[in-house]
């Protein structure tokens, strides 16, 4: 196949309505409940035994789709019916004129059964006129500004600018939450499941074209037959970067991933070489895309080869500098420019290396000339390109609180160095390294600040290199 | 050199009194104050300009070390007073007869000029007697059973099982607070700095011989001249595993080390193989420390080449599959009795994949039956030696508090379920990966309880790889 016309998914910003059909009592109506927080449009209950939900009256019930009103279109349907029940479900959202359905209901191909397939095969079927459908045996459609999602426990962030598209619900779950955690929001995700309409090619492809979003992440069991060309072409011509974990990279992997969503895999080394060519990001593990997500978003793309380290802890600061020298990273001897004026603010501190890595020392408790190291560096080493990027390793136990009081409000002060710094050299990439050591009331302060600011930080320096080797391949 | 005469240090753990030189009220005695929490026995201030601290009047302060009563013996004494008062401290320790000082103060060798290597070679030439030294540029020693410590962060544990000697007193923090982080408590502790009496050998022949210690952490920059080779056989014949984090793997951190610690490091790559060749285990990072403590501390020694991955989340279980067998280890397909009793215990469930990866699927809301999965495998496969590992992939956003009540409670039945199989089954190695997601409700209260019940917790499938592909040269 080399013509592959994209399923057209633009109205997706447009939904302005939403019916569950099988919300039910036993589940407390919990997939009717996680629309009512945020989403301001109607919402229809369809459950074919029930009146009227006790302390919801206000959402009208109806036994079918098609009884609701004519003139109250319908946009989005989530569909968690029995599987016996979904093509009916499918058949009333076509005549209903839905524009997208999500079929939460497993056990099609998926379950591996010749039922199973049939019912995937006879479900394919029913899908016509406009109707767009997720799934089945997807989780549907995360999009948190206007309120859509399919757990509780999804943030209902109102700004995000990564979008994802998977073949696993709990990989897509994972990866949000994950996210998120790290404080970076998601504008869209799609959990496609089966796929057995809208597929990753329609999504990738709306993600592309999505305004809101800047980074996009697909994690992949297996593409439609025939459209791996599609998909490679759609990776290359996307001008946002494509993070791609998928599955199937071994036997054993693609065994799992064939009975998880009946994907078939292709030759990995191949796909790999040719996501590779097209400019696509190939990560490996949950981690990785976290890792990955969070320099894109906020450092940007950019490719690193010669870094400049600065360590509060001298010894921390030599492995760190083995790792990325041993894994193919330069750190570079800092000009005679860049060394005399560290003479100058290392004049009082004795036994410190400052010529990369710097040690920062005893300077750590002074915070003016920390900020002095770094703006040195980004002025005559960044700006004349002979360093890519800064790693600044701030270990949290010097900004813990301590018996003497030397170390209050060290945390502000460097943090306002950085933000200084950050604001007068904002094109100059900063990275920092903060050990998850236990120090939870510094990190959990100090972190989300960092990552406000645009700079990410990493628990240790094999999450960076992984992100280094990995950026190597950007477009 | 072939022979070495190790320095006794046996006499630690029979430390009783202690005295500081250089607590100074600049710094609010802070030397002095991190003794008074646990310490019973007699401490001592030694400062020439004051008669008494305010606060604390049972401190009796003499203005030098040999004013105390001959009667009052003195077995430990920190020194922290300028680089050229360490001599006379040095002296007044050989006169007063102590056991060992440890000398804080830097800008001896470490500082790289020739006043401070000046100053080192004849600090040497006063250590008489029974004197031990250890630094100086060294925290010294930690030994939180009996309240010594360098630090007021640094935990007060009572019981510890790790010893860790390093030639960084900045890493020797990360290591501690990173392995208590990790409900792991540290036994003895020597920050030995520039290492001009007590050594690497040294300490490493203490901890070799400490009954408390299990597992033994060194982090090097340089070996005492000559005495690689006797290091390498103190390695060898140690029967507790002894990890190895050495700095100099490449030119740029072997050049950092250098005026880190004024240390000589000799070619990596044959001191590494001869490292593994007498069992040691080299790693690489700070969290690779970590990770590998937490595994040996918890499950012990063991070569990993077959694992039963078990996941609640079917892709994240994929993912994991393809990242094991694509660094060299096994899923191997689960025998016919392994799988008899599979089909029942999955009977009501469709679309999960249960030969290794096993996808619980639904099962996640059925503790006693991911239970029984866990056990059937410990049975049937880890009994036979066919498998080596379980590990159990927990996604933490499943045990969070949802909507529904389906959830409650779950975190405490899945624990309860593993206590179980954990007594029934105590030799049969079983890991878990909670990832590090948001959900801190769920890991601050199911990590350390998994951690007490001597189940290591990895945040995703890299650590793990790392720590299994490391524990492949364990003795």
């Not at 799934?135 to 309120?147: A, E, H, R, S, T």
């Not at 703006?375 to 701030?394: A, N, Q, R, W």
Request: proline share 4%; hydrophobic share 40%; charged share 25%.
């Amino acid at each position: 196949m080399d013509e592959y016309t994209f399923k057209d998914l633009s109205f997706i910003p447009e939904i302005k309505s939403i019916a569950v059909i099988g919300a039910s009592r036993k589940r407390d109506f919990y997939f009717l409940r996680i629309y009512l927080e945020r989403f301001k449009g109607r919402i229809y209950c369809i459950n074919p035994i029930i009146k009227k939900i006790e302390d919801l009256p206000y959402i009208p019930v109806y036994k079918s789709l098609t009884d609701i009103p004519d003139d109250e279109p319908v946009d989005f349907v989530f569909i968690t019916v029995t599987r016996e029940r979904v093509i009916q479900a499918i058949d009333d959202c076509v005549a209903k004129g839905v524009k997208l359905a999500s079929v939460f209901t497993s056990d099609f191909a998926d379950e591996g059964t010749e039922e199973g397939i049939r019912l995937q095969k006879e479900l394919i079927t029913h899908i016509k006129g406009d109707l767009r459908i997720i799934g089945p045996n997807g989780m549907g459609l995360y999009f948190p500004k206007i309120g859509i999602r399919w757990r509780s426990s999804l943030p209902l962030v109102t700004k995000g600018n990564v979008g994802i598209i998977a073949q696993s619900g709990g990989l897509c779950n994972l990866i949000i939450h994950g996210l998120y955690a790290n404080d970076i929001n998601v504008s869209k995700a799609f959990s496609i499941g089966n796929a057995v309409d809208v597929n990753l090619l329609d999504g990738l492809k709306f993600l592309k074209d999505d305004p809101e979003t800047k980074v996009i992440v697909a994690y992949i069991e297996g593409l439609p037959e025939g459209t791996g060309k599609i998909f490679i072409k759609l990776v290359q011509e996307c001008q946002k970067p494509v993070l791609i974990l998928k599955a199937g990279k071994t036997d054993v992997g693609a065994k799992a991933a064939i009975s998880h969503t009946a994907s078939l895999i292709g030759d990995y080394s191949i796909w790999a070489s040719a996501i590779k060519q097209a400019g696509g990001i190939l990560l490996d593990t949950l981690n990785d895309i976290i890792n990955m997500v969070k320099f894109l978003t906020m450092i940007g793309k950019k490719k690193i080869d010669n870094v400049c380290l600065i360590s509060l802890s001298g010894g921390y600061g030599v492995i760190c500098s083995d790792n990325l020298v041993d894994n193919g990273f330069n750190l570079p001897l800092l000009q005679n420019d860049t060394k005399t004026r560290f003479d100058d603010i290392f004049s009082d501190v004795h036994g410190s290396s400052y010529n990369n890595p710097i040690d920062v020392a005893i300077l750590l408790y002074d915070p003016k000339k920390m900020g002095e190291i770094i703006s040195t560096v980004m002025k005559f080493e960044i700006d004349k390109g002979l360093i890519d990027i800064i790693i600044f390793e701030i270990a949290p136990l010097y900004l813990a609180y301590q018996l003497t009081t030397r170390s209050k409000n060290l945390t502000d002060s460097i943090f306002n160095e950085l933000k200084n710094i950050k604001e007068q050299f904002p094109n100059k990439p900063i990275i920092t390294i903060i050990q998850d050591i236990g120090f939870n009331e510094v990190n959990n302060y100090l972190i989300p600040k960092l990552h406000s600011i645009g700079i990410p930080v990493y628990a240790d320096i094999n999450p960076v290199i992984r992100t280094f080797k990995a950026l190597k391949n950007i477009k």
